[in-house]
């Protein structure tokens, strides 16, 4: 999939996150399977994985507590996630915000400069 309107805001080895440079949303590739988000859909997915208690499923000794399985909102997309995937994905969509923030502050850095 080519994203020839998209800026990549992280990666690592399992996937990676594009923001729709049109203000769309954001695309998501998991490990080669891409999925859109809107802005409050995305939000609510980060939400989502970020609440993923890694180390309960650590400690879970069920067979259960191997995998966490989730359906974002509005989305066919079910994830069935190990305690490593939970991770990684975990560290994709952390890194993609710590971008966004980053970006947000470099803006308002540079906009509150402009003014002086």
Not at 82 to 96: N, P, V
Request: proline share 2%; glycine share 6%.
């Amino acid at each position: 999939m080519q994203f020839e309107n998209c800026t990549q805001l992280y990666s690592n080895n399992k996937g990676s996150v594009w923001q729709d440079n049109r203000g769309r949303g954001f695309w998501l590739d998991w490990e080669g399977r891409f999925s859109f988000f809107r802005y409050p859909t995305y939000v609510d997915f980060s939400r989502h994985v970020g609440s993923i208690d890694l180390e309960a499923m650590v400690m879970d000794t069920s067979a259960q507590g191997d995998f966490t399985i989730f359906s974002p909102r509005n989305s066919e997309r079910l994830f069935v996630l190990s305690l490593c995937e939970a991770w990684h994905l975990k560290d994709l969509l952390s890194g993609a915000q710590t971008m966004l923030d980053l970006h947000r502050i470099v803006q308002e850095r540079l906009y509150s400069f402009a003014l002086v």
